[in-house]
């Protein structure tokens, strides 16, 4: 009897994993000139570079993702044979936490630091949210001065526009932690003499306020009490607080709304002047978006520094007697007073109690930089582009190696968001130009061309000899149009034996074939003859004339 033949192993499939992407070229580029940019910013601000392992023990990344339940949830971790778990870092603070305790005897206090890399998160993808993206971080550890935060949020505001988000375009919000902590006490989720207490709760809370901008008041409210369904079906737990509880949270959650009317009422015993403020301040500030959670802030707007004060004033209406509570207000004003004085006003840094951050290691001030510009969704609708950054005060992360209490903030920036939001703003994305393609006439003159292309090379050119079947000269073409080239340069025989070289200006070839008559282009060729001599000069000219 034949043996049954062994089965053909199928091919693999070339796909990309669920949740990654692939980048080209001018995604590559951009991203790069992106981070130098950024970079450039962070060490004007005296920030020195850290690169550190992507890969980290479970134990020292910590359980600091939402709605981990088990040490390798949220993650991609594996088991070492001899060493436990370890898992590819989901962020780059809990790194820097343990950098700084391994080193801490060899670096200067405070150590200022900026690290830039992809991240990995196990979670589940959607559009536009992958599980490996770039964050790009600046840091500031031994430093408890509300100093440190105040010049974490101006540089935040500085990068911005450093790579290309105009004043107007974005907004820095900030809240401090401990107000909300205040806020928790009162409502008696958060009892200070029993920290671990109500602990599952408050982390519900957390999350849910975070997401205010997507979930609305409404859907806050829900997964503060029993739960909430989503438009799949996908039913999430609640902390199922009491009425009473809900109640004192939401006047957190809405505390814009209730500032606003507060503004109203202290206009109606101001002065002319504070009232015509108050009636600018409120007609400058339009809510959008589900949650009504994003505001305009017009730089033109002398009410701002209204805002800032009413706001600090109902937060200590808030937070009551609880001492916690009040230890974030005042760090939120001295916050304020530290920009004010710089010259960051509320058009670009403003104190917003919405702000919450999900992660759960934040202990004090909160940061979040939104952009404001509309965008078009994928529906057609109108909505704000949101948030690209945050960050926050996080004393208690390196207390875990070391035992001992060591301040710590500083931000993150989305730098994949930061790219889509340049994009949608015009800024980047148009077509990357490519190299100058040195065309082979004759495939036994190779030396010929490579000599060209060290010549363009040398003069700082982008340039490169075309290495696939020479035989058909317009698939060469083809190909210099595929890699958006904007030059071709030709030589035959004929050239060779005249000491000439041909120029071809593609650039003006397309142009010149999709939108123009011959009379409109007669007077400007695109291809030129030039002596050999006179190639990298030639090249020179005519991408000049295309800048």
Same mark, same amino acid.
């Given at each position: 009897?034949?043996?049954?033949?062994?089965?053909?192993?199928?091919r693999?499939?070339a796909?990309?994993?669920?949740?990654f992407r692939d980048?080209?070229?001018a995604?590559?580029?951009e991203?790069?000139?992106?981070l130098?940019?950024?970079?450039g910013v962070?060490?004007?601000?005296?920030?020195d570079?850290?690169?550190?392992?992507?890969?980290?023990?479970?134990e020292?990344?910590?359980?600091?993702l939402?709605?981990?339940?088990?040490p390798?949830?949220?993650?991609f971790?594996?088991q070492e044979?001899?060493?436990g778990?370890?898992?590819l870092?989901y962020?780059?603070?809990?790194?820097?936490?343990?950098?700084?305790a391994q080193h801490?005897?060899?670096?200067?206090?405070?150590?200022?630091?900026?690290?830039m890399?992809?991240v990995w998160r196990?979670?589940?993808?959607g559009?536009g949210?992958?599980?490996?993206?770039?964050q790009c971080d600046a840091?500031?550890?031994?430093?408890?001065?509300?100093?440190?935060?105040?010049?974490i949020?101006?540089?935040?505001?500085?990068?911005?526009?450093?790579v290309?988000?105009p004043?107007g375009?974005y907004?820095?919000?900030?809240?401090?932690?401990?107000?909300?902590?205040?806020?928790?006490?009162?409502?008696?989720?958060l009892?200070p003499a029993?920290?671990?207490k109500?602990e599952?709760?408050r982390?519900?809370?957390?999350?849910?306020?975070?997401?205010?901008?997507r979930?609305a008041?409404?859907?806050?409210?829900?997964l503060?009490?029993?739960g909430?369904?989503?438009e799949?079906?996908?039913?999430?737990e609640?902390?199922?607080l009491?009425?009473?509880?809900?109640?004192i949270?939401?006047?957190?959650?809405?505390?814009?709304?209730r500032?606003d009317?507060?503004?109203?009422?202290d206009a109606?015993t101001a002065?002319a002047?504070?009232?015509?403020?108050?009636? /600018? $301040?409120?007609? +400058?500030?339009k809510? &959008? %978006?589900?949650? =009504?959670?994003?505001y305009?802030?017009?730089s033109?707007n002398?009410?701002q520094?209204?805002?800032?004060?009413?706001?600090?004033d109902?937060l200590?209406d808030?937070?009551?007697d609880s001492?916690?509570g009040?230890l974030?207000v005042?760090e939120l004003?001295?916050i304020?007073s530290?920009?004010?004085?710089?010259?960051?006003?509320a058009d670009?840094?403003?104190i917003?109690?919405?702000?919450v951050?999900?992660?759960g290691?934040?202990?004090g001030p909160?940061?979040?930089a939104?952009?404001t510009?509309e965008i078009?969704?994928?529906k057609?609708?109108?909505?704000q582009?949101?948030?690209?950054a945050g960050?926050?005060?996080?004393?208690?992360?390196?207390?875990?190696?070391?035992g001992?209490?060591?301040?710590?903030?500083?931000?993150?920036?989305g730098?994949? /968001? $930061?790219l889509a +939001?340049?994009?949608? &703003? %015009?800024r980047m =994305?148009?077509?990357?130009?490519?190299p100058?393609?040195?065309t082979?006439m004759d495939?036994?003159?190779?030396?010929?061309?490579?000599?060209?292309?060290?010549e363009?090379r040398?003069?700082?050119?982008?340039a490169e000899?075309?290495?696939?079947?020479?035989?058909n000269?317009?698939?060469?073409?083809?190909?210099?149009?595929?890699?958006q080239s904007?030059?071709a340069?030709i030589?035959?025989g004929d050239?060779?034996?005249?000491?000439?070289?041909q120029v071809?200006?593609?650039?003006l070839?397309a142009q010149?074939a999709?939108?123009?008559?011959l009379e409109?282009?007669k007077?400007?060729p695109s291809?030129?003859t030039?002596?050999?001599d006179?190639?990298?000069?030639?090249?020179q000219e005519?991408?000049?004339?295309?800048?």
């Open positions: 009897m034949a043996k049954d033949k062994a089965k053909k192993q199928p693999p499939k796909q990309t994993p669920k949740g980048y080209f070229g995604e590559v580029t991203r790069a000139q992106m130098q940019t950024i970079a962070y060490h004007r601000y005296g920030f570079a850290l690169e550190s392992s992507a890969v980290e023990t479970v020292a990344l910590g359980k600091f939402p709605d981990v339940d088990r390798n949830e949220g993650v971790a594996w044979e001899d060493d778990w370890v898992a870092r962020d780059l603070t809990a790194p820097l936490a343990r950098v700084y801490r005897n060899d670096l200067p206090t405070p150590y200022r630091r900026y690290a890399g992809p196990n979670e589940k993808p559009p949210r992958f599980r490996q993206f770039y840091d500031t550890v031994g430093s408890a001065s509300m100093a440190a935060d105040a010049e949020c101006a540089m935040l505001a500085d990068t911005l526009e450093a290309g988000i004043r375009d907004i820095v919000r900030v809240n401090n932690r401990k107000v909300l902590n205040g806020v928790m006490e009162v409502a008696g989720i009892a029993e920290p671990e109500f599952h709760e982390g519900i809370v957390l999350r849910a306020i975070d997401k205010l901008d979930l008041e409404n859907g806050v409210r829900a503060m009490g029993e909430r369904k989503d799949s079906g996908d039913f999430t609640g902390a199922k009491s009425a009473s509880q809900i109640a949270l939401m006047r957190f959650v809405d505390a814009k709304a500032i009317e507060r503004l109203l009422q109606e002065s002047q504070s009232k015509a403020m108050a009636a /600018r $301040l409120l007609s +400058a500030q809510p &959008k %978006g589900k949650g =009504g959670n994003f305009s802030y017009r033109d002398p009410a520094a209204l805002r800032n004060k009413v706001t600090i109902y200590r808030l937070v009551r001492e916690q009040k974030g005042d004003e001295q304020s530290l920009l004010e004085a710089q010259g960051y006003r670009r840094i403003v917003d109690p919405s702000v951050r999900g992660l290691y934040y202990t909160v940061f979040e939104e952009l510009f078009f969704d994928e057609g609708r109108k909505r582009f949101g948030s690209v960050g926050g005060r996080y004393d208690d992360l390196v207390k875990r190696f070391t001992q209490a060591v301040p710590a903030t500083g931000i993150s920036i730098v994949d /968001r $930061l +939001a340049l994009r949608e &703003k %015009g =994305g148009s077509s990357a130009q490519g100058v393609v040195v082979v495939r036994d003159r190779m030396a010929d061309y490579q000599a060209m292309v060290a363009l040398a003069a700082g050119l982008r000899v075309y290495l696939g079947n020479p035989k000269f317009g698939n060469q073409l083809k190909y210099a149009d595929k890699r904007p030059v340069v030589e035959g050239e060779k034996e005249q000491g000439l070289v071809k200006d593609l650039i070839g010149i999709e939108n123009a008559t409109e282009w007077e400007r291809q030129f030039v002596p050999r006179q190639l990298v000069a030639k090249v005519i991408l000049d004339a295309h800048r």
